[in-house]
């Protein structure tokens, strides 16, 4: 049984799918979706986390406990004040680099590194505008 989230057995179930297929699958179901709860599978209006996602596009699917535990957590590290589209965010880009380095690629995105660069260069040479010149 899960820490984080309580599940029934369902004795129909298929296997569970090995540990980086799981996490694909449930990054699929949760890049289907726009928001995300936390802290339960299901909420009463139609919204679940990022587990309930995978559950809900493969309800006869089984998961190991380790991935719904890594999962989960990570979703409910997200404070619940956070809007439901800001989780869904985040754990989108959170399974997405899990997968990255899963697969052997760069633990960091040379992109957003990029940008975070050429943002900070900017913002130095703002500054260094802003100083008054030798001859002022």
Known sequence: MSKYRVTGHNPDALPSPPYETALYMIAEAVRRRRALIHGRLYDHHGGCCAVGAFWADNPRMSLSERVIDEVAAYNDSIPP???AQV??????????W???VLAGGPVFDPKKERAGVVKRMKSVR???LSLPGPYE
């Not at 965010?89 to 399974?95: A, F, G, I, R």
């Open 81 to 83: 004040t956070e809007s």
């Open 87 to 96: 989780r869904w965010k985040k754990v989108n880009s959170w399974l997405r």
């Open 98 to 100: 899990r997968l990255r």
């Open 126 to 128: 703002a500054k260094v």
